[in-house]
């Protein structure tokens, strides 16, 4: 796969790596302080990384890999099937032959757990007066 180095830090392979090291701290539930522990980069540096506004050169990334369990190359090999994954899904559009996700819906009548329950009044009552209904015409 040809790079191309042109694109801006949040595109082209560093995007695609930085998304793949992402995922790996989401996976195993860790913080940019325990990467930037791990790998011996300072958090500021491991944030501007993984966002990223910053290239990431070789010796960090296999300092962020490592700091994630995984090699460097591993890292990279994911990031290309990414990148490849993208321009498939690109490519479809651009012929039309995008795919459809079906996404479930909930019912009205769907259970729904008390943490949900309670900001559901909220979030219809801020719908209503975001869209002018008076507090008489929400009761």
């Not at 990467?35 to 944030?47: E, F, K, L, T, W």
């Not at 070789?58 to 990031?79: C, F, P, Q, R, Y």
Request: proline share 5%; aromatic share 2%; no cysteine.
């Amino acid at each position: 796969m040809a790079v191309d180095l042109s694109k801006p830090h949040a595109e082209g392979l560093n995007g695609a790596v930085a998304a793949e090291l992402r995922a790996e701290k989401a996976a195993q539930n860790l913080t940019n302080q325990e990467i930037a522990d791990r790998s011996g980069i300072p958090v500021v540096s491991v944030q501007r990384y993984l966002v990223p506004k910053r290239g990431i050169e070789v010796v960090v990334l296999e300092k962020l890999a490592a700091a994630v369990g995984k090699k460097a190359s591993e890292i990279v090999e994911a990031a290309e099937r990414r990148l490849e994954r993208i321009a498939q899904f690109e490519a479809e559009e651009r012929a039309g032959q995008g795919r459809v996700i079906p996404m479930p819906r909930p019912g009205l009548n769907d259970d729904l757990s008390e943490e949900t329950s309670s900001v559901r009044p909220q979030v219809a009552k801020r719908s209503a007066e975001e869209a002018g209904a008076s507090e008489f015409d929400q009761q």
